[in-house]
């Protein structure tokens, strides 16, 4: 991970005698509330429509007929709210 990167997820959990929330990017307690960057879901789910793709005679590949990589982009802005 990069210095001004954020991790993929953290976990807050409640420390007992304190009270307090703590993060951390390990799952401590097993019971932690998890939460995942939103552009991190978003990518793994292009990288998901990407592997289903298949070669195509223009190039541009696609899941039964519907995903390319405009489509793909769309999906992107989509999730941004753009």
């Given amino acids: 991970m990069n210095t001004n990167e954020a991790p993929e997820k953290i976990y807050v959990h409640r420390t007992p005698h304190l009270g307090l929330l703590e993060a951390s990017e390990m799952n ?24 289903y793709r298949q070669d195509t005679p223009d190039g541009c590949g696609y899941i039964a007929g519907i995903v390319n990589d405009k489509t ?11």
């Fill in 72 to 82: 793909i982009e769309d999906f992107k802005n989509y999730m941004k709210g753009e």
């Fill in 28 to 51: 401590i307690t097993g019971s932690d509330i998890e939460y995942t960057r939103t552009d991190a879901v978003t990518e793994k789910a292009c990288e998901f429509l990407k592997s």
